[in-house]
């Protein structure tokens, strides 16, 4: 009866413990960034079932896209309004978005990003996902 009882909780705790394990591949946030004849786009293609966070939410911890530029700082002309997010109390990007610059000196953007898994309600630690700027004029 004992040794039922300790392989029933050495199961359950293995189950327990692994069910919370990251993914094996983390999933990464895709970066592009464009430089038009009139400005610069910057693209974040976002995995299916996760989101990347537009502002610090409700509670000011979250942590949300931003940008870091080499060669100059293009002004922002345009970001993605994304859609708020009961549960997290903030706005989130799902899928992709496309952010818009006036046209500057940059060469490449490093993109921050905190993405969270919706199916398993993971969040990972920040990233960051560096671009060359490709010229499109």
Request: charged share 25%.
């Amino acid at each position: 009866m004992f040794l039922m009882k300790c392989t029933s909780l050495i199961v359950f705790l293995f189950f327990a413990l692994t069910a919370c394990e990251e993914p094996a591949t983390k999933p990464a946030v895709k970066v592009k960034a464009l430089s038009t004849k009139d400005s610069i786009l910057v693209e974040l293609l976002i995995p299916e079932a996760h989101h990347a966070y537009l502002d610090a939410g409700k509670e000011g911890n979250l942590i949300p896209v931003s940008f870091r530029w080499e060669g100059g700082s293009p002004a922002l002309s345009l970001a993605p309004m994304g859609e708020f997010d009961e549960k997290v109390h903030a706005n989130v990007l799902r899928r992709q978005g496309q952010w818009k610059f006036e046209k500057g000196t940059a060469t490449a953007v490093t993109v921050r990003s905190q993405i969270c898994d919706e199916k398993i309600g993971l969040c990972y630690p920040p990233s960051e996902t560096r671009a060359a700027l490709q010229r499109l004029d």
